[in-house]
Structures are given as C-alpha cells and as structure tokens.
C-alpha cells in the first residue's frame, strides 16, 4: 500500500491517480485544477496526488517556457497541498534541488532520463520524503530494482514509487510495454503507468513535443488490466493553450469519465483475480 501524508481513500481498494498540469503557470489554475481532480477522485473513491512541475529542466528549445519562478511556483504547490488535505508531488533534476522541494512537497520525482543518476537518488533519499522514480525510456522495467536499492540503502524508511512511461526506439515515438508493471512490481513497490508522457512524440522538427492524447484512455485502461497500482495522467482545463506538453495532455473535462471507466475495469480484474 502506498504510504503518504495526506492520502484519503485508501481503503477503497482502488489505484491511486497522480493528476495536474505538467508546470504550475499559475496560482489560479492549480487550485482550480486540484479543487475539481479532489471532487471527483472524492466522489469515486480514487486516492489522489496532485502533480505539477514547479521548474521544466528538459525543454526542446532554449526559449521554451520553464516556469514562474521556483519559490512562487513551490509555495503555490505548498498551498494547494494545505488547502484541499492533499499530498503533492513535483519534479527534481539536481541533486542541490532536493532539500528545497523537500520543504514544500511530500513526493519527489525523479525524471525518466535521470533515473540512473546516483547523486540525486541519494539527495531525494536524504530528505525523508516519498520518491517516485520514473523509468528510462531507455530501460526494461527488470533493471529498475537498482534505483530502489541505491534509496534504501540511504533511507531505508523512505516510500519509493516507480513509474513506467514507455520505451523509445527513436524516430520521435514511444511505445509502451506493459510486462514493464509486472516487472517493477518484484521489486515490491508501488507502480504508476505515466498514461499522458507515455503518448509523447519528442523531438519534432518544430521544436515542440507532440503527442497523441486520444490514446490516453487505450493506455490507461491496459495499465489497470495489468495490474498498475496508480495512473498518471497530466491534465489542463484547455491543453491547446498549456505553455508545456499541451499535445499530449488530457483535458480536464474528460478525465471523470475515464476515471468512471477505470474503476469498473479495476472491479472486474478483481473479480477474476
């Protein structure tokens, strides 16, 4: 069971969801986003995490949009987290920002392509605080087992979590492999299917990373089959106008109806389980 402050419906049998905007743009659309994402999972009984990178470190181009600046994007993750009773959880990518994060956020999460990297492991191991580690596109999930070993052994009290967000072979796509869940699940530890990153169409010559949002339902419906323990899913009230990862991103408007969907899938994979 995944172990964090502040995390309501656990004893309702479902996965957890790690939902929000990709990059806190503002104080007015994190808190409108977290208030309805916590009146449905409220409704459903899903446990939820709100998510939102406070910085965006892997930009395309140089001039793409990053933030609004650490300390108020940070307080703003800080006060959401205070005013719904909800765990958050955000983005680190140097070793020197897990301290910091630390003081606002109850999840680390460490990027996909830093997931070998032992120095901010160590950090994030350091603070306490839960970390969700996500898989390398360029990774089996069997080889995940080290990024866990390298947190407990500096922490072994520390909550560790493990996302898979596909596999790239190149040419500007990415393609899931679901024996990923089955087998970062050895390692007896939450995992998280990224529905939304896992869509991602990086690398475009225009300089913006694309995506195939009508996919998302298709991804997360496979994960809860499997077995996932949790969904991530990245979600905008408009995503043509988020200022990172609009393309492949879930408007928000749609995101109850798959919820519903997911919890009736997950009923029947109990049944028969």
């Known amino acids: ?49 709100f998510k939102a990178s406070y910085r965006k470190a892997n930009r395309t181009k140089l001039n793409s949009f990053t933030g609004i600046g650490d300390e108020l994007a940070l307080s703003i993750l800080k006060e959401v987290g205070e005013t719904f009773s909800l765990p958050t959880i955000t983005d680190i990518h140097e070793s020197d920002e897990a301290a910091l994060a ?110 195939n949002p009508a996919m998302i339902e298709t991804i997360a419906k496979a994960a809860i089959a499997v077995g996932a323990d949790g969904i991530f899913i990245e979600t905008h009230m408009n995503p043509s106008v988020a200022k990172s990862d609009g393309a492949n991103m879930l408007a928000l408007a749609q995101l109850e109806g798959l919820l519903e969907k997911l919890v009736r899938i997950q009923e029947v994979v109990k049944k028969n389980s």
């Open 1 to 49: 069971m995944l172990k964090v402050n502040q995390l309501k419906n656990q004893n309702s049998g479902n996965f957890f969801l790690i939902a929000g905007p990709c990059v806190v743009e503002g104080r007015e659309m994190a808190l409108e986003i977290a208030e309805k994402v916590k009146a449905i999972t409220d409704r459903l009984e899903i446990p939820y995490i």
């Open 102 to 211: 630390a003081q606002y956020v109850d999840i680390l999460q460490i990027p996909a392509f830093l997931c070998r990297q032992t120095e901010l492991l160590v950090a994030a191991a350091q603070t306490g605080k839960a970390v969700n580690v996500k898989k390398g596109q360029f990774m089996h999930g069997s080889g995940m087992g080290f990024a866990v070993e390298k947190i407990n052994a500096v922490n072994p009290d520390v909550q560790v979590m493990l996302t898979d967000r596909g596999n790239s072979f190149g040419y500007s796509d990415i393609v899931v492999d679901y024996r990923n869940i089955v087998e970062m699940q050895t390692f007896n530890v939450p995992v998280v299917m990224d529905c939304t990153h896992s869509l991602q169409q990086p690398n475009q010559s225009s300089g913006v990373t694309g995506g």
